[in-house]
């Protein structure tokens, strides 16, 4: 019961490797938030955790993640562990890439986390909490067809390398997770765009099965105990090789 008395708010509750992540801190005694646009997932989740407390809210609008993070501290008196995990993820040419899809891929993926931490932090600071960051092979590597979506996942980790750094002399922690692919709805719902050359992709296709959502909860949870005392700043790769080579 690594997490007895913490309260956690983890965004992207409602799929993948948000729910298995609330499910992981759940079980290791954590009070959860979870945060998702999705209420029905949301939803289940909740019930799958026994009971968790949620808010339905899209991260895209900055006013949204200031308000969950105050709603967590006043439904819970306090905040140790933010997991900004929410996610959305596109392949397309980067010459038919939209306005809109651009600006959602970042409103998403980048700005959301920038924001929730800019709320938590305060918070935070009180409990010598941290953060964890979703962040992806992605933001490490040059992929093609997915431009907007490496963008997205290098704010995250130059987030997360900034803000260790400028509370390094607090006892926040701030760290990133970067998986390659993992099994889950944003998987499974990827479509490649026509005329694709399959060649350029084979550097982030790897060799492996993909990972598993809960194998990325317990990484999550290690990252976010107190086990993990001396860890801020990091970029923690799970990703099967594939920026290894
Ligand atoms: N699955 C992978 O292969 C993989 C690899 C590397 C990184 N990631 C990252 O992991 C994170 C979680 O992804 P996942 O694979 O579990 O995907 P998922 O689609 O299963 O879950 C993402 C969740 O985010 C929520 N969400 C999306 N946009 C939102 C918005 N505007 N407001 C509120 N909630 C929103 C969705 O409703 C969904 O419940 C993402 O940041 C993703 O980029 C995933």
Redesign the pocket.
């Given at each position: 019961m690594r997490f007895d008395g913490k309260v956690a708010l983890i965004?992207?509750?409602?799929?993948?490797?948000?729910?298995e992540v609330v499910l992981r801190l759940a079980s290791e005694g954590a009070t959860v938030f979870g945060?998702?646009?999705?209420g029905d997932?949301?939803a289940e989740t909740s019930s799958l955790a026994g009971g968790i407390s949620t808010r339905i809210?899209?991260?895209?609008d900055p006013a949204e993640c200031t308000a969950a993070v105050a709603a967590c501290v006043a439904a819970h008196g306090r905040l140790d562990i933010l997991g900004n995990?929410?996610?959305?993820?596109r392949s397309e040419h980067v010459l038919d890439v939209t306005v809109e899809q651009y600006r959602a891929m970042m409103?998403?993926?980048a700005d959301?986390c920038f924001f929730f931490c800019q709320a938590a932090i305060p918070h935070l600071l009180e409990t010598d909490g941290n953060i964890i960051n979703?962040?992806?092979?992605?933001g490490v590597m040059g992929q093609a067809y997915t431009v907007a979506?490496c963008m997205s996942?290098g704010a995250v980790v130059q987030l997360t390398r900034s803000l260790a750094m400028e509370f390094v002399k607090t006892k926040l922690r701030v760290n990133a997770i970067?998986?390659?692919?993992?099994?889950?709805?944003?998987?499974r719902?990827f479509q490649f765009p026509e005329n694709v050359d399959f060649a350029l992709m084979a550097p982030y296709m790897g060799f492996r099965p993909?990972?598993e959502?809960t194998e990325?909860a317990a990484l999550f949870a290690f990252i976010a105990s107190d086990e993990a005392r001396s860890m801020t700043g990091a970029i923690v790769n799970i990703d099967n090789g594939v920026t290894t080579g």
């Open positions: 965004t992207g509750a409602g799929s993948g490797i948000g729910r945060h998702d646009r999705d997932r949301l809210g899209d991260v895209t995990v929410a996610g959305i993820a409103a998403v993926n959301a979703i962040a992806s092979n992605a979506y996942k970067a998986p390659s692919g993992v099994n889950t709805n944003l998987v719902g993909m990972t959502p990325i």
